[in-house]
């Protein structure tokens, strides 16, 4: 009970709203500015410079000359097409697929934690373990996929021999590691909606289809705002899955953006560009965000 | 192990003439090169130079994965690694870097030309010789002698052997010959194989110099085996290690691959125990026969707090004595001439007596510090035109436009 | 329409069980299968066509999963840097998030854009900067070296879960507690915090399974073999040119039956705690 008598230190237990607000966001500001803020602005500043480590070259200012060498560069069009791809098939994919889910799930089932179990394995399975096991589950000869083709009586697919097959099995790999997280999300967004507005809906004599249009899906929009805005970001930083299922082949037709910055930055050891590139990757996903944040707000 | 002590002993005290100081020492070796029996080696210049102690780092068990790692840990300029373990193709790139210090007093005419070569940059060592390799021709022996078919020298040759033993076997599961065409670093040598043995380099004094008929010429060779039965047709997703495991359970004639495959072929859990030959890689029509060099190279970190102790420890891993005993303990070729005629190797991989010629004739991948962003190309490309995305004549028109870019 | 057989269906039981097991076979085939493969042999792994249940099941690829490379060291590891990130992680972005839910700020909506645009920051392309940054701090090699980072990677989402369990709970039991004589700061912890406590959870839960998944980083800043995590260990099997197929899915199991196991006791609150929280960010 002394302090608040010494003036000087009366902020500490009992400070004023600018005050806590300072120092209840003073950590987040510090870890923040430590791992984005200061990595980030290097990263900018680092773009600027023709910074190769294998040139044995100090790095050189050539301003904007890495940005004007990307739009020549046929690898970088490529990637980027790449990504776009996988976002504009994995994000609706894993939406349609995650909503499914989450109907499915949100059934009154006796025993409710196999259901769960089944929706959060895929979540909790890191990436990394994912792409193995799928690399394993597509492969031509050993890979159960093509065993179920065959005991249907299909033709096996030699899936990493073309780019088309190539990048259905990735993105099928994706939908299904990220439809999980997205029925989660819209699980929980099912069980706020009040039970008795079906209730009232079956007295006026709507059908399920009417109620799901009518009811689950507008009630539904939040959940789902969120949930893609999250899938879509992380659908344009698409790197561990392709990574290790098919490493970019055949022929790079499914390299990612990241992986084209991973390789640059790591293998290529050309720092300059490989920071060009990320900066338009971080413009690129700050472009999504303000373009959600917009929607949502619009929407009210 | 007695031979490793007594004459090592007396060259680590020649070697170690400036006094070493008491330093523990940190180095880098790939969990795949056996860091169990290189313990031993160090224990024993453990042993010769009291006060220095070496720990060893195990990881990034592929090359690329290795790469990656120490690419991040040099160019934070990390003091951590005194010695790296490094693939023949990397020196040049961490010299050029400055990652690596130069060696000096090392007679590089002790080892197989082709070793002092990869590590010579500028006229500057940069890294010296842990162990050599190189690509072989692995056949089934037993195959061969039952339809009378001689080992191949062409590749025309090869595919005519194949055509006969698998219509006579008649058996689905044996394909002609396996080969590497994901895009992973041996599909590099798979490219450069034929092309080299047309008289054709790729990179001279750092220029670029593609023969584009000879380019086409081996890219056509490739698809055309995927195309006529004498590969599998999924050859584009098909990595080293699948391979030897192709060979080792009976399902493939002829093999293309790199040493470590031999043991495996040979073991007990093998199904054509007893039945492999290893021979030279064929050579195109009219042209001469060529292997691609492998083997990994000991740099010393620029970044090392102990360079004098660090560079003695990387004199003594790369000497005469410690090949012969990695090539008696681990069956890791030697990098020099004569560890392959010692009798004690030869009794304990008696293989190492046709594997010589083999790793000598070897020609190393172009030594260039931006290797990396060659590899990167020429083995998409090759696995793109496998996978029949493009044609051999676009993907040697890429290869010529990327790497003009790389190498300008 | 109204009463479409098929709608009509979804009530029934039979339906039920089949939508049940579309359920559990799209989410459990894979690490079954993964389970099936590290219980045969390299040989019979390789037969064609492939055998489903293992003919003769072995549990020596578990015993090579442990002998290869230190598996229990890696499980330690990847446990320890999850639960230490996500403390951390929680201990901020309380703060954060009642700052945000209860003080009127000025700039409310710059800073919540500020936290989510911290979430759309591509990690690979962070990998060189805070490799340096984490050597300059002499924190490579270290737990502390990805729990950082860890802690970043799940603010965000953390942050906006707690802030909308914040704005839940009614202002007058604090101000309650604060008459009776706590500070401000007291009354979050004593009072708020344990009545968002589902909201604490679940946040924790999220961040656990970021940091429990991450590879890049992990392979990158701890490269020491006593510090490394689960993902990058398990990628130590796969040798040069080798792919150890039944000794890599036995290491996956190992790495996937903790976080089943866990899933099984809390599925109940991460749901719950997802239902009141997230969804309204």
Redesign the interface.
Known sequence: MTAPHNPRFAWL???G?RG??I???A??AL??T???V???L??FY?SLFDHS????LPPRFVGLQNFGLMLDDPTFWTTLKNTLLITLVTVPGALIMGLA?AL??N???KY???????????????????G???A??F??????VN?IL?RFGFQPV??????GWSMTAICLTVI?KTS?FMA??L???L??IPRSLYEAADVD??????QFWEITLPLLR??I??AL??RT?TA??T??IPYTMT???????TATL?MY???N?????D?GY??A??VV??LL??L??VLY?RMIRARG | MKHLSLAALAAMGALASPALADADLRIFISSQHQPDVWRQVLDRFEQATPGVSVEIETGGNTSEAQAQYLNTLMSAQDPSLDVMILDVVRPAQFAAAGWTLPIEDVDMAQYLPAYAEANTVNGKVVALPAFADAMFLYYRTDLLEKHGVAVPTTWDELREAAKTILAAEGDDSLQGLSFQGKPIEGTVCTFLLPYWSLGENLVEDGALTLDEPAAIASMQLWKSFAEDGTSKPNISEVATDDTRKEFQAGDAVFAVNWSYAWAQAQSDESAVKGNVGVARLPAMEGGQQASCLGGWEWGVSAYSEHPAEATALVKYLSSPDVAEFMAVNGALLPAFPQVYEDAEVLAAAPWFADAKQVVETARARPVTPRYAEVSEVIRTTLNAVLAGVSTPEEGVAAIQSRLARVLR | MADSPIFGLLSGRPLRLIVAAILLINGLFPALWILLTSLKTDAELTRTPITWLPHAPTLSNYATAFSDQPLHLFLFNSFMVALLSTVLTLFVSVLAAYAIARLNLRYRGVILSAIVAVSTFPLVTLLVPLFETMRALSLLNTWAALILPYAVLSLPVCTLILVSFFETIPRDLENAAMIDGCTRIGALFRIVVPLAAPGVFTAGILAFVNAWDEFLLALSFNSSPQLRTLPVGIQMYQGEFTFPWPVISAALIVGIVPVAILIVIFQERVVAGLTTGGVKG
Request: aromatic share 12%; glycine share 8%; hydrophobic share 55%.
């Open positions: 237990t009992d400070p709203d806590l607000a120092m209840l966001l950590p987040l870890l923040v430590l791992i984005v200061y990595p980030v290097r990263l680092t480590l294998t040139s044995g889910m499915m799930a059934m009154p089932f409710h934690w196999p259901v769960r179990l089944s929706l959060l394995i895929p979540w909790a399975l890191p990436l990394a373990f994912a193995l096991i799928f394993w589950f492969h031509s000869e050993y890979g159960v065993d065959r030699i899936w990493f021999n073309s780019p299904w999980s989660l999300i699980l929980a967004g069980q706020t004599g709507a059908g399920k289809l009417r939040p959940a705002a969120v805005i999250f970001i344009l930083q790197f561990d490493a970019g082949g055949p022929g790079g037709s990241a910055i991973h390789q930055t790591v293998s290529f050891l720092l490989g920071s590139l990320a990757m971080f996903s700050m999504v965000t944040l």
